[in-house]
């Protein structure tokens, strides 16, 4: 927690980080803050200024900015408090990246061009187009090495025109950029410019953990890893999974792969066998259909269970030159697929109501127009507008 005074407060709006509304508020400045604004890879902090919930700070020049849904008094005297559950994740995934990047160019000269903390695994950007699985292994075991031997990481300023600046590991300043230059030294390991939040000891990081490495931008690498408590929340999640397949599959963590590679065979076998049987169906219902004495102008069936191919079967059976087929797929209430086949002037002209109807979006030719459709429950208007065409064409019918 930290005292300070409210410097200004102006309305302004926030756009929500995964989109939608604006939310109306306002953009508090204070004398001072301990709230980290977002920058250097690192995301912003969160916390309160006396009661009110702090949504956002970012950097304007030399100033933080708190966004704020209420407003706050210009001169009031507020008590500012810190999440730390959330400032000291990003210090160790922070210190964790320092930690990596250091390292990584140390054994194999990969240097880091970028990075990003992100919400539940963290990414470094390696310049270099290969990292195998044995370098990953190596470097793991070697910051945690580090980390076991407890050392202290410190933070100093610089001038900004002062020579050992040249000499410190950093990807540039921003253009904005005002005062003295800050390092953050991890002693005998590295020297960085940084404007991020940092542990004092690498013992604070408590673990890494790499957990591989994907395909980045062009001859670049992608290093994902966990840091410290992330570290122990992805086992506690995975533990859980473990549990949860093991009560499932009923055998043993070392039998989920292959338990699970059986299962996945036999639905492929079920699967197969159902599409066989759905097949044998439709051309029964044609032929019951094409066996009647007088077959009916219009044919309308659904059935929950099918697909295209079983409907297009149908279809093909009867033969569309004289019937009209209205021919649907799914929940009977909800959504699904539908077919209207039959003479092509016919079809032309119905498919797109018959689609508007059942609130979907459909295509034709040939005498076919088949699309799916959202609200099944509709069919029975559908039919409606379908024996009336019907009458229309033959009054006698």
């Given at each position: ?47 309160l ?22 407003a ?55 310049d ?149 049987l ?7 219902i ?13 044919f ?5 269970e099918?697909d ?12 569309t ?65 379908l ?11």
């Amino acid at each position: 927690q930290f005292t300070t005074r409210v410097v200004s407060c102006r309305a302004a709006e926030l756009r929500p980080e995964g989109g939608g509304e604006p939310v109306h508020g306002f953009q508090v400045v204070l004398e001072d803050t301990i709230l980290f604004p977002e920058g250097g890879g690192q995301p912003d902090d969160r916390g309160l200024i006396g009661d009110v919930p702090v949504l956002r700070v970012t950097r304007r020049g030399t100033e933080a900015v708190h966004f704020v849904p209420a407003a706050l008094e210009p001169g009031a005297e507020v008590l500012l408090s810190l999440d730390w559950e959330r400032r000291f994740d990003h210090m160790q995934q922070h210190s964790g990246q320092h930690l990596i990047s250091a390292v990584a160019e140390q054994m194999f000269g990969f240097k880091t061009t970028s990075w990003e903390l992100g919400r539940q695994r963290s990414v470094i950007e390696l310049d270099t187009p290969v990292v195998t699985a044995e370098q990953v292994q190596a470097l793991e075991e070697s910051v945690n090495e580090k980390i076991r031997d407890r050392v202290p990481v410190t933070v100093r300023e610089l001038a900004a025109d002062d020579p050992e600046v040249e000499t410190v590991r950093s990807r540039g300043l921003p253009d904005d950029h005002a005062g003295p230059v800050r390092v953050v030294d991890i002693e005998g390991i590295d020297s960085n410019l940084c404007c991020g939040t940092h542990v004092s000891n690498l013992s604070d990081l408590q673990v890494i953990k790499l957990l591989g490495v994907e395909k980045g931008k062009k001859n670049k690498t992608n290093l994902v890893f966990l840091v410290g408590n992330r570290v122990l929340k992805s086992i506690e999640q995975s533990h859980s999974t473990e549990k949860a397949l093991t009560s499932l599959l009923k055998n043993g963590p070392g039998e989920h792969v292959e338990a699970v590679k059986r299962l996945q065979s036999s639905v492929k076998l079920l699967q197969k066998n159902n599409l066989n049987l759905l097949r044998d169906i439709a051309v029964l219902i044609a032929r019951d259909f094409k066996s009647k004495p007088a077959p009916k102008q219009l044919f309308v069936l659904h059935r929950k269970e099918g697909d295209s191919e079983f409907m297009n079967i149908i279809a093909n059976e009867i033969g569309t030159e004289e019937t009209l087929l209205f021919l649907t797929v799914g929940d009977e209430k909800e959504a699904g697929l539908f077919l209207l086949a039959g003479p092509v002037e016919a079809v032309e002209n119905l498919g797109p109501r018959v689609a508007e109807l059942l609130g979907g979006k459909g295509a034709g030719k040939r005498g076919r127009f088949q699309g799916k459709a959202a609200k099944m429950s509709r069919r029975g208007e559908v039919q409606a507008l379908l024996q009336e065409f019907i009458s229309h064409q033959n009054p006698g019918a």
